[in-house]
């Protein structure tokens, strides 16, 4: 019997172009971003008492985050722009992203990052694609302010999510999770840093519902870091602080954007500590063998505390997102991990650490 091809996934600008602006084929700048899995937990159900949990592993796309969806837009319309080089202000995923995508466009990219806080692995990234890191002294919201002025001065194109195609990327994320639904969940729950994926998703189950694909219309969970939480708290945090490195932002971009997607959906933006978000990464990695980032815990955090606050309910069903891969933050993990036990080549010693 003949092999029948199921056609290879072409990347969320070709396979969502009718709900994308319009970009000339030969510009698109892909790594095949997108489609990623839908994964219900059911331990994690177990484990936190009732609720159908789904988690949407975006930890999976190319460069290990939610960033690819964005920057494959970003970064295709700026080549169709004739730009020859990108710049971004990052914690560290949107810069691996943006290096990524530049390799693959023929592109210059320029990264901006708070020095000492980004992880390992997403300082890496950036490095072996070739962009040029700059550590500035300061915070990412330093760092930003710093982009938006180099832009207005020079040839290079902002990959923020304040370019509007970054958003107009993520909010496939939403697409996929109504397609492989059947519908949308009853909530959704997202971390919030610059606020840009939770405005993006937002948009995107908006546009479904128009267009009468899905009937109803989920409410929007943000969590933010505690010591990191602008949103929640009504001000800028000056000096932010949490282990969530991603989410270390005292002064989301998306700021506006993230009130609206809560305020017409009828959720919430709330915020965890440290510790809580340090349960759920943990929870995640050892009862469903998903390893994601710190940041990304915050969605199941927030899951977990408000299911202890009877809001959401056992019958629900409610999709996570988790934004990043935990082996961008191996520093993280083995921080709270019990670490490896060190043996002589000895079977009877090796056996007793074995516990028989
Ligand atoms: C894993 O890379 O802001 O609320 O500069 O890396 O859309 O900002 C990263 C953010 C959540 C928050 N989870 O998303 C950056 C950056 C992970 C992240 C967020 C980020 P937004």
């Given at each position: 019997m003949a092999?029948?091809?199921?056609?290879l996934?072409?990347?969320?600008?070709?396979?969502?172009?009718k709900?994308l602006?319009?970009?000339?084929?030969?510009?698109?700048?892909?790594?095949k971003?997108?489609?990623?899995?839908?994964?219900?937990?059911?331990?994690?159900?177990?484990?936190?008492?009732?609720v159908?949990?789904?988690?949407?592993f975006?930890?999976?796309n190319?460069?290990?985050?939610?960033?690819?969806?964005?920057?494959?837009?970003?970064?295709?319309?700026?080549k169709?722009?004739?730009?020859?080089?990108?710049?971004?202000?990052?914690?560290?995923?949107?810069?691996?992203?943006a290096?990524?995508?530049?390799?693959?466009?023929?592109?210059?990219?320029?990264?901006?990052?708070?020095?000492?806080?980004?992880?390992?692995?997403?300082?890496?990234?950036?490095?072996?694609?070739?962009?040029?890191?700059?550590?500035?002294?300061?915070?990412?919201?330093?760092?930003l302010?710093?982009v938006?002025?180099?832009t207005?001065?020079?040839?290079?194109?902002?990959?923020?999510?304040l370019?509007?195609?970054?958003?107009?990327?993520q909010?496939?994320a939403?697409?996929?999770?109504?397609?492989?639904?059947?519908?949308?969940?009853?909530?959704?729950?997202?971390?919030?840093?610059n606020?840009?994926?939770?405005t993006?998703?937002w948009?995107?189950?908006?546009?479904?519902?128009?267009?009468?694909?899905?009937p109803a219309l989920?409410?929007m969970?943000?969590?933010?870091?505690?010591g990191?939480?602008?949103?929640?708290?009504?001000?800028v945090?000056?000096?932010?602080?949490?282990?969530?490195?991603?989410?270390?932002?005292?002064?989301?971009?998306?700021w506006?954007?993230a009130?609206?997607?809560?305020?017409?959906?009828?959720?919430v933006i709330?915020?965890?500590?440290?510790?809580?978000?340090?349960?759920?990464?943990?929870?995640?990695?050892?009862?469903?063998?998903?390893?994601?980032?710190?940041?990304?815990?915050?969605?199941v955090?927030?899951v977990?505390?408000l299911?202890n606050?009877?809001v959401?309910?056992?019958?629900?069903?409610?999709v996570?997102?988790l934004?990043?891969?935990g082996?961008?933050d191996?520093d993280t993990a083995?921080?709270?991990?019990?670490k490896?036990?060190?043996?002589?080549?000895?079977?009877?010693?090796?056996?007793?650490?074995?516990?028989?």
């Amino acid at each position: 019997m003949a092999l029948t091809s199921k056609g290879l996934w072409r990347g969320v600008v070709r396979e969502y172009l009718k709900y994308l602006p319009p970009v000339k084929d030969e510009c698109i700048v892909t790594l095949k971003e997108g489609n990623t899995p839908l994964i219900e937990a059911r331990n994690l159900r177990d484990a936190i008492g009732g609720v159908r949990l789904f988690l949407k592993f975006e930890g999976v796309n190319p460069t290990g985050s939610f960033k690819d969806r964005g920057m494959t837009l970003a970064v295709s319309k700026a080549k169709e722009e004739g730009s020859a080089a990108i710049i971004c202000a990052s914690t560290g995923n949107t810069s691996a992203s943006a290096s990524a995508y530049a390799a693959k466009g023929g592109m210059k990219a320029y990264v901006l990052v708070p020095h000492g806080g980004v992880a390992l692995g997403k300082l890496s990234q950036a490095m072996i694609h070739g962009a040029i890191v700059v550590e500035v002294e300061g915070s990412f919201d330093d760092a930003l302010g710093i982009v938006k002025d180099i832009t207005k001065d020079y040839p290079v194109t902002m990959v923020n999510s304040l370019n509007p195609f970054r958003i107009e990327g993520q909010k496939t994320a939403a697409f996929e999770v109504c397609e492989h639904l059947g519908g949308a969940p009853e909530y959704h729950f997202l971390p919030v840093g610059n606020a840009g994926n939770i405005t993006a998703y937002w948009r995107g189950y908006r546009e479904y519902k128009a267009k009468g694909f899905i009937p109803a219309l989920p409410k929007m969970m943000g969590f933010q870091a505690e010591g990191a939480a602008p949103i929640v708290r009504g001000e800028v945090v000056l000096n932010p602080k949490t282990v969530a490195s991603a989410i270390k932002i005292g002064n989301p971009a998306s700021w506006k954007s993230a009130l609206e997607a809560r305020d017409q959906s009828g959720g919430v933006i709330d915020m965890v500590t440290d510790e809580e978000i340090l349960f759920a990464y943990g929870l995640v990695a050892s009862r469903e063998g998903i390893f994601c980032e710190p940041a990304s815990a915050a969605s199941v955090a927030g899951v977990i505390k408000l299911k202890n606050q009877g809001v959401v309910k056992d019958t629900d069903t409610v999709v996570a997102t988790l934004t990043g891969h935990g082996l961008k933050d191996p520093d993280t993990a083995m921080g709270v991990s019990i670490k490896p036990v060190r043996v002589e080549p000895d079977i009877k010693k090796i056996i007793k650490v074995m516990g028989f």
